[in-house]
């Protein structure tokens, strides 16, 4: 599939594994979408920390949740370690509005802040 | 000189943006690139396939054309359309601009190509297609020589 999700309320982690492309996206787009509107859910954590690509497309999925967590006063949180896919979140101008960790554990221990 | 050339086409689903990555790095892994170079090369690809699904075929039923060629340590790849065309392709890559804002698209496709690879051209004719043509040149495969 790509990605799997997992709820540790506040917080909906979305794992992703191979490849970020639009394809992927369009998929991931819907189910994180739809577990996010339930109860008690403030705060997505993306783990691009399996990735061995992502394109534009996944700076667009991040971009269209980051507008989502906002309108429930949430936050977004990314994990990379790829140096490749850090690259592209530089270009993006992301790390201005969202914070990078390396890890689940960091980024929840600083959403809890 | 060694050239190598190689043609493939598809149909425009979004399945086939990861065949055509993996298909453009089988075809560079023979000039030998660098993890990174092979990251930039599958990314830049990507970026244009997508392009020619989403805005030049707008989700349609269409045929998608990847060229690549190798001559000596330089490898060419060209994405063709026969979609709707660009009205404006200086608007289009600017950065961050995009047609498509409903569908989350974070305008950085062009950008990324230009980026990644060493030169980018790009054709275009409205209701004609577009024609996206971009170089890089592995620098391994110098070291070798």
């Known amino acids: ?113 | 000189m060694d050239k190598n050339y190689m043609k493939l086409e598809f149909l425009s689903r979004s399945n086939n943006e990861s065949f055509a990555r993996v298909v453009v790095a089988a075809f560079a892994s023979q000039l030998d690139p660098t993890l990174e170079e092979l990251s930039d090369i599958k990314t830049a690809v990507s970026e244009a396939v997508t392009n020619a699904i989403i805005h030049g075929y707008e989700y349609g039923e269409g045929t998608v054309i990847l060229e690549a060629t190798i001559e000596d340590n330089v490898i060419e790849i060209v994405v063709i359309d026969k979609g709707k065309g660009i009205g404006d392709i200086k608007q289009a890559m600017e950065p961050f601009y995009t047609s498509k804002p409903d569908l989350e698209r974070s305008g950085m496709g062009f950008t990324v190509m230009e980026t990644f690879m060493d030169d980018l051209q790009v054709e275009s004719e409205k209701d004609v297609g577009t024609k996206v043509i971009m170089r890089k040149k592995i620098n391994r495969s110098i070291d070798k020589e």
């Open chain 1, 1 to 113: 599939m790509g990605f799997t999700l997992e709820v540790k309320k506040p917080n909906l982690i979305v794992h992703f594994y191979g490849e970020l492309d639009h394809h992927i996206t369009e998929k991931a787009r819907l189910s994180i979408d739809q577990k996010y509107l339930e109860n008690d859910i403030k705060n997505i954590i993306l783990d691009l920390s399996q990735l061995t690509l992502m394109d534009s497309s996944g700076i667009g999925l991040i971009m269209g949740r980051y507008k989502n967590v906002i309108s429930k006063n949430g936050k977004i949180a990314l994990i990379s370690s790829n140096v490749y896919i850090d690259r592209l979140i530089k270009m993006s101008g992301l790390l201005k509005i969202i914070n990078v960790y390396s890890n689940v554990d960091q980024a929840i221990t600083n959403l809890e802040r």
